[in-house]
């Protein structure tokens, strides 16, 4: 260990010499610096890469129509590794050193925890554009994607209305499924369902005989699914494998979206139920416009899902917050944003100046063989977003706080 | 005398550096991630302790890191929950009421001597378990990862109790401080560099003794220390303990610094990731181990900002590398280097 010891500061004095480098260039009056977080790397990159795409994306629309406030939009994406400790290295980075007006980013609700505090201690503004289990309302956050009485609520509503009484739960072992049940139950119990019984896998478990077997013997009208990621995979093979159709027990998914289709197979899922809020199939001119250009940008092949669009809106709803403020200012885009409402590829959304979600039109759909999805259902208008579901009575005790 | 200097003159510039220096030259977030470097430094000197001089090589120090950051976090949370309050994730997962596990984490001493006292424990366990059955090499390290695993299972399981995946974050002070300052984060980086260099110096003395030649000695003939009359199983269960202390430490540490702890930090990977830290740095070397860790940390980042897209394999690459043209990691390059000179 003697040899070593005259060479240790000078390396370390390297390495802070390094650090120390990176010191960032004066920001070019003519740019607009923004952050993508995502995972690019890891277990979420599959689903995260996509959402980084559509958000760069619509920055690229919106720098081609002369961008925000006649400076240019530039990108800086960062990896998110899906590992909840990276995604708030990497925002405060974002944040700290290159200085951007606003991050898009996250996923998985535990990346969203984990990065709450950094935007909140530097008041810096994130967009997280993913459905999640609610009972959050942070104040530099805007949440586009759906909130559990956007999704969940209408989920359970389309099968109440199917008559379906008797649900068996299932769900990845994490925040939102343990959430999202947590109200499933609540609302059985106020509108005569029955929970016959409320299973939970690791994230990334494949093996579901015995899961299969249980749901099977308990003879349920409908699964409600909270299965996260390739988890879907093994399940819904195990599924059809043990004879289940969607005919005789439909599992309603709300993390199933069309790129995960592809990925379960067709043959395994189609006929199945899934609530979102946007599908490509969705009826819209500006959605027709978004699908056009995803695959013109992206390859012919490629399929548009809810986070997806959920993200691709995030950008716009910032753009135009910035426009209506004149300034990229986090305070003045705040106080800007709400009451915003924009045509997108779901429709008209708006958003709320109380929690900073957006109004959105909740849609049921079914699983075609073709891979897309084709809505028979929806709540007809955009719905209030509600993360604390203080609209909803039976609900009273779910959010304590 | 003038020996006792020049043996320490390379600790002293580094100590230099590192105290004064860095937080003088380094923008606060720069800072903060240097401090992270550290935490995981005083790892890897358990490790290049357990490891490289000790022979025992564990793929699980996360777990004592863990044991030791969650102890932290839980008292954060404690503190910030107030009296008689609920952490804001039990509150989420439906706990109506503070669990008995978690009432002893409300008072500052008892939570850091957990958090150190804790990992030793549990490697004294199962070192007493496992080095009296005089189960070693690749044994030794398959159970080590083993447990790692079995720890992410069980906290990932018990949501209500350890926060689930999510783990714990959102903390707002210690000890008074608000951590959001500036001054609180320098004040931690000092404090992590301080630990960091007396750990060291402890270390290093140890290893210079009588027990650390017996250490040396057991990894390289535990028969023969056997037979003349050591109790290898003692020298080994010792030394395994101190590097568990020394990473429960790091875990109490890193909590603070980065503001964060998850399953995700101390499960297969950040284990293994941390033995290859070692390895690159040079295991037969203490600082090798401290160097190694602060390379591979900055490494990542620096891969991660400049090529978000494919640093992983930049990564590897670098891993590769050093392993092939320098079999006994940086701090052995670096000795070959001086020899040369000097010969």
Not at chain 1, 109 to 118: D, G
Not at chain 1, 323 to 342: D, F, H, Y
Not at chain 2, 189 to 208: D, H
Not at chain 2, 281 to 286: I, K, M, T
């Amino acid at each position: 260990m003697r040899i070593s010891r005259p060479i240790v500061p000078v390396a370390l004095a390297l390495a802070l010499a390094a650090c120390g480098s990176d010191a960032q260039p004066a920001a070019e009056a003519q740019e607009i610096k923004v952050g993508l977080l995502h995972s690019l790397s890891g277990t979420m990159a599959i689903s995260e890469v996509t959402v980084r795409d559509a958000e760069l994306l619509a920055i690229d629309e919106i720098n081609r129509a002369g961008g925000v406030l006649g400076k240019k939009l530039v990108p800086v994406a960062e990896d998110g590794a899906s590992d909840w400790p990276t995604f708030a290295e990497k925002a405060t980075k974002l944040i700290r050193q290159d200085k951007v007006a606003t991050v898009f980013g996250g996923w998985t609700s535990a990346s969203r925890k984990a990065m709450l505090p950094v935007f909140e201690r530097y008041k810096a503004l994130l967009w997280y554009p993913v459905q999640y289990e609610g009972l959050e309302s942070s104040p530099y956050i805007f949440y586009t994607g759906a909130t559990t009485n956007q999704q969940i609520i209408p989920g359970l509503d389309y099968l109440k209305e199917q008559g379906k009484k008797k649900v068996f739960l299932v769900g990845s072992d994490y925040v939102f499924p343990r959430t999202a049940n947590k109200i499933i139950k609540a609302y059985a119990a106020a509108n005569g369902m029955e929970v016959l019984g409320e299973e939970y896998t690791p994230l990334g478990h494949t093996e579901y005989s015995t899961l299969v077997n249980k749901v099977v013997q308990a003879r349920p009208d409908a699964v409600f699914n909270t299965l996260n990621g390739d988890s879907n995979v093994a399940f819904f093979k195990q599924l059809k494998s043990a004879g289940v159709t969607a005919e005789t027990m439909p599992v309603l998914s709300v993390s199933v979206a069309e790129e995960e289709v592809t990925g379960i197979g067709v043959d395994n899922i189609a006929g199945h139920p899934v609530a979102w809020n946007y599908y490509q199939t969705t009826e819209t001119p500006a959605n027709e416009a978004f699908v056009k250009a995803y695959k013109a940008k992206y390859g012919a092949t490629k399929v548009t899902s809810d986070p997806m669009e959920a993200g691709y809106n995030a950008v716009y709803l910032w753009a135009e917050a910035v426009k209506k403020a004149g300034t990229t200012e986090v305070e003045a885009v705040k106080k800007a944003a709400p009451g915003i409402s924009l045509d997108r590829p779901e429709g008209k959304v708006t958003i709320d100046g109380e929690n900073q979600h957006l109004y959105k039109t909740a849609r049921i759909g079914i699983i075609q063989p073709d891979g897309l999805i084709k809505q028979v259902w929806d709540s007809g208008e955009p719905i209030k977003p509600d993360p604390y579901l203080k609209a909803y009575p039976w609900a009273a005790g779910l959010a304590a706080s | 005398m003038r020996d006792l200097i020049r043996r320490n003159l390379p600790f002293a510039a580094v100590a230099v550096v590192a105290l004064v220096a860095a937080p003088l030259l380094l923008e606060p977030f720069r800072l903060g991630l240097l401090a992270k470097y550290l935490c995981y430094a005083i790892v890897a000197l358990g490790i290049g302790l357990a490891w490289g001089k000790g022979g025992m090589l564990t793929l699980g120090q996360g777990v004592f890191f863990g044991l030791g950051g969650y102890a932290m976090a839980m008292y954060l949370k404690l503190t910030e929950a107030g009296p008689g309050g609920l952490p804001d994730f039990m509150v989420w997962s439906g706990v109506e009421e503070l669990p008995a596990l978690w009432a002893p984490f409300a008072s500052p001493v008892l939570a850091l001597g957990m958090a150190v006292l804790g990992p030793m424990a549990l490697a004294v366990v199962l070192g007493t378990l496992v080095f009296r059955q005089r189960v070693r090499g690749a044994y030794f390290a398959i159970l080590t990862q083993a447990l790692a695993a079995a720890l992410v299972i069980l906290l990932v399981g018990q949501q209500g109790l350890t926060g689930g995946t999510n783990g714990m974050t959102n903390f707002f002070e210690l000890f008074g401080r608000d951590l959001a300052e500036d001054s609180t984060q320098r004040g931690l980086y000092l404090v992590t560099a301080g630990v960091l260099g007396v750990l060291y110096l402890a270390t290093r003395q140890l290893v210079n003794s009588r027990f650390g030649r017996l250490l040396v000695a057991v990894r390289d003939g535990e028969d023969r220390v056997r037979f003349l009359g050591y109790d290898p199983a003692l020298v080994k269960t010792v030394t395994f303990a101190i590097s568990a202390g020394m990473a429960g430490l790091a875990g109490a540490l890193f909590v603070p610094v980065v503001g964060i702890i998850s399953p995700a930090l101390l499960g297969v990977v950040p284990s293994l990731e941390l033995v290859v830290a070692v390895a690159v740095g040079g295991r037969h070397a203490l600082a090798g181990a401290v160097l190694g860790a602060v390379v591979m940390g900055y490494a990542k980042t620096a891969f991660s900002e400049q090529f978000a897209d494919g640093w992983l394999y930049l990564q590897g690459a670098l891993f590769i590398l050093v392993m092939t043209l320098a079999p006994k990691g940086i701090a052995g390059l670096l000795g070959r280097v001086r020899r040369a000179r000097t010969a």
